[in-house]
């Protein structure tokens, strides 16, 4: 891989889990980037732990779902970094649920945060993007899009990032903007750890390569879309999940 110029990232959703992880290798890699996340305290040790890699990084709390907190955030990423090269639209949360339990709120959140969020970031972020004919979007989905047991909102959300990733890359295509998708397996986070032993057990040998992810190995994907060197890859969907989407189990 071509070594990568001082660029601008945007990182959202990034104070702890996958997107602290895609972060952390950014700016090891020598990418400014900035850390958007809803919790301002958990966003503040996030950049104090990223300080001193050599890079700079910024962190901007917002509601990712709101229109005039994202052009905020874009403005001050701006306004800070002076552009923006890429973006990685991170931001996510579950609340799963049988579907007859399922809230209108339960809904609601899910698609508003881990579809619409996307769809208003990369908006605001291609704007910056179109004068310089250059840029690299990377769309976290999710294994889960394939359908899971309990998880209608969200697999519905992460197929809906399938279908608007495979959309903005042909819109773009033609500009040097390029949109790809990473669905991650299940991967070693917060959420993850709060598991029983024996869930935990039982994930890990639903897995074909018999370990669990880690944010690491997501942000080396986000890295191959990212490189400048990657302008022939757009519109696609890049598995990193041990091999579990060849059998989609559902636990």
């Known amino acids: 891989m071509s070594q990568l110029p001082r660029r601008v990232a945007i990182v959202t959703g990034a104070a702890q ?4 992880g895609i972060a952390k290798k950014l700016i090891t890699n020598g990418i400014d980037v900035a850390l958007i996340d809803y919790d301002q305290t958990k966003l503040s040790a996030a950049v104090d732990q990223l300080k001193g890699f ?13 229109i005039d907190e994202v052009q905020s955030a874009i403005e001050q990423v701006i306004a800070w970094g002076g552009q923006i090269d890429y973006l990685v639209n991170n931001a996510g949360i579950i ?4 579907l007859l339990n399922m809230t209108e709120a339960d809904w609601d959140d899910v698609i508003n945060v881990n579809l619409k969020s996307q769809f208003l970031f990369c ?9 310089r004919n250059f840029g690299r979007i990377v769309n976290i989905s999710s294994r889960a899009w394939l359908g899971g047991f309990g998880q209608s909102n969200y697999s519905a959300a992460k197929g809906g990032v399938i279908s608007l990733t ?5 819109e773009f295509a033609a500009k040097g903007i390029t949109v790809n998708a990473i669905a991650p397996g299940i991967i070693q986070t917060p959420l993850f750890d709060s598991f029983d032993a024996s869930l935990q057990s039982k994930l890990k040998e639903s897995v074909p390569v018999k370990r669990i992810g880690t944010p690491d190995d997501v ?5 191959t879309f990212l490189n400048p060197d990657a302008s022939y890859l757009t519109g696609q969907v890049l598995y990193v999940c041990g091999g579990r989407s060849l059998s989609s189990p559902s636990v």
């Not at 908006?123 to 004068?131: D, F, G, S, Y």
């Not at 942000?219 to 890295?223: E, G, K, R």
Request: proline share 2%.
């Open 17 to 20: 889990g996958i997107g602290f």
């Open 54 to 66: 050599g890079s700079k990084v910024i962190g901007v709390s917002g509601n990712v779902c709101k």
């Open 95 to 98: 609340r799963d649920k049988r």
């Open 123 to 131: 908006q605001a972020t291609i704007k910056e993007m179109l004068p």
């Open 166 to 170: 495979r959309s903005l890359a042909i």
């Open 219 to 223: 942000a080396y994907a986000v890295m």
